[in-house]
């Protein structure tokens, strides 16, 4: 059984700054997750669609309960294929992206739309669909549920970095969003004190030497 995410929403930015920035939200403060980009092929057709194929390499912290189950020499990154369409005419960008390692484990499959508004104007409507998936014998259920949490955080984290690109190409920062990059860190940093604490309050045995 595959699990099936679906959103939409509204960007209030023009579609061609959507476009624009959609190119330009690589590296940004929300998704320090996305280590690398790369452009391996690009073409624009006679209808003056433009076609690009992107490989993308991301980290992958599995949570405690898969670190057990799986090789502590796994690897932790995961590599992505993003393919997009540009059409001009119709003024929309799809973008399809999946993960080429990993699929046993987790297989992520997304489609997002960008169209032009004709209700709003200056406003770009999104349409993000994801289907989850996993072939792991017995763990398929809470391996997808655990994919479905992640992917909506990470679309979260997603849209606020298409915001930091979209106020980057009009030469501000939102004060929102620096606010939302500063109180991140600092929950991290709590976080990981938290973790320090409960492992100096864990007695430790003394080392054996042969």
């Known amino acids: 059984m595959v699990k099936y995410f679906c959103n939409t929403a509204d960007i209030r930015s023009t579609w061609d700054h959507v476009v624009s920035a959609f190119w330009q939200r690589y ?18 057709t006679a209808d003056n669609r433009l076609l690009s194929r992107r490989l993308l390499m991301k980290t992958n912290r599995l949570p405690r309960w898969a670190e057990v189950l799986f090789p502590t020499g796994m690897s932790r990154s995961v590599y992505i294929i993003e393919d997009s369409i540009v ?3 119709n003024r929309s960008l799809t973008t399809y992206t999946w993960n080429l390692n990993h699929t046993t484990l987790m297989s992520v499959e997304e489609r997002c739309i960008f169209r032009d508004s004709v209700e709003q104007p200056a406003t770009t409507q999104l349409k993000r669909e994801a289907w989850i998936s996993s072939g792991v014998y017995g763990f398929s259920r809470p391996i997808q549920e655990f994919g479905l949490a992640r992917f909506k955080s990470n679309q979260v984290k997603a849209m606020k970095g298409l915001e930091y690109a979209l106020s980057n190409l009009q030469g501000e920062t939102p004060q929102r969003l620096l606010r939302d990059s500063v109180k991140d860190a600092s929950e991290k940093a709590k976080e990981a004190a938290k973790s320090l604490a409960s492992a100096a309050a864990v007695p430790q045995k003394p080392q054996q030497y042969v």
């Open 87 to 89: 059409d001009p005419v």
């Open 27 to 44: 590296p940004n403060p929300f998704s320090t997750h996305v280590l690398t980009e790369d452009v391996v092929y690009r073409e624009v």
